[in-house]
């Protein structure tokens, strides 16, 4: 660790307010940065839930106008994302509160980037575009899921239905208030709790062990492997944990979502992307599968990284080398991600020994950035062979 090298770092504009009950505070929070007009965001399930009732509530009562839109779809696409566009800017709204998972949050902020600065999703996934872009209209994010950070983070996702590819939009700015409530993870069933809790624990490794200096980062996405060693079992165990709830989202949102929102991310995410967008598996559970092959794959080229990761999941080092405690890190985590369900076979999802060349085809016609990657992967041969250890 050197200090003298630079590193960048960026919050939520208007800060984060996190707590049990939280919810509630979305009318006034969202009052006091101005907004007037709002497009709330959701999609029908959890509409479906009550949670949103709540919310659209306390912005009724703070005096806002607002309108539902209940019309994102989970992995969003292309059209679904021009559709909330053209409905924020029929509306003339000025603040999007969104409320939902990963793909919710997503649409929210790619439509206030959109509306902003014009065109469609495709004309902002060139990052060196992000510096000159406008600010939309205002966002306030509220997760119901504890896992993709996506509260925090400037990116959103989108797939092609052409292609079944997934791109992402890279904004300028993040929200204007993250809201997080435990309480509206409560309702949230084992396997997404599982599978979402899978997600932060990977971004938090992922980004831990990249090769970017950032400080403030590495202390974040370390008590998040802490606290996801600890919780994410708990979690899923008994979705009325409120305290295992309340660490997961704490770990998810507030220190895996500044963490790797600031950091990035390396070879785990892409990897697992072309083996989701084939078998069509949720995100988090694509990590699940093939975490502990890339961290071993990438073992070399960061053993002391791994070292921190063992000893903030608790295992015993002494009397044992660097490399083996690194080794038991990995071997921790495989443990975990079993004992939560979303680390299993391949071949579970209809991947053969035959299908092996293609995945690594389609990992060849995505360009990698291999910068931040403790070991790149740099062979069709390499990435045969990690697909083939999680058949
Ligand atoms: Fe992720």
Known sequence: MTYAASFEFSLPSEGIVFGVGAAAQTGPRTAGIGAKH????????????????????????????????????????????AAAVEYCKSGEYDTLVAVG?????????????????????????DPTRAA????????????????????????????????????????????NVTICDPELTRGAP???????GTDAL???????TNRRHNPMADLLNLEAVRICGRYLRRAVANGEDMEARSAMMYAASVLVG??????????????SQVVGDRYRIPHGLSLGLLLPYLLEFSLNGCVEKLVDVAEALGVPTEGLSDRDVAQR???????????????????????????????????????????????????????????????
């Open 258 to 271: 500044l963490g790797f929102g600031n950091a990035g991310l390396h070879i785990v995410h892409p990897v």
């Open 329 to 391: 890190g990995i071997d921790a985590i495989r443990q975990l991600l079993v004992d939560v369900g979303t680390h299993r076979p391949l071949r579970e999802f209809g991947a053969t020994a035959e299908v092996l060349d293609s995945l690594a085809d389609d990992y060849a016609k995505r360009p990698p950035d291999l910068a931040n990657a403790p070991r790149p992967i740099r062979s069709a041969a390499e990435l045969r062979e990690i697909f083939r250890l999680a058949l």
């Open 190 to 196: 084992a396997h997404v709790t599982a599978v979402a």
């Open 101 to 125: 998972g990963g793909s919710t949050l997503d649409s929210a902020k790619a439509t206030s980037t959109i509306v902003a600065n014009g065109g469609s999703f495709m004309d902002y996934v």
């Open 38 to 81: 709002v497009m709330l965001m959701t999609d029908k399930v959890v509409r479906g839930t009550g949670i949103v009732d709540g919310i659209e509530k306390s912005l009724r009562d703070a005096g806002l106008a607002v309108s539902v839109w209940d019309d994102v779809v989970t992995e969003p696409t292309l059209p679904a994302v």
């Open 202 to 208: 990977t971004q938090a490794v992922e980004s831990y």
């Open 132 to 175: 000159t872009l406008k600010r939309g209209p205002r966002l306030v994010l509220l997760a119901t899921t504890s896992g993709t950070g996506a509260d925090m983070t400037r990116g959103a996702g989108a797939i092609d239905p052409a292609t079944g590819i997934k791109h992402w939009l890279i904004a300028r700015f993040r929200s």
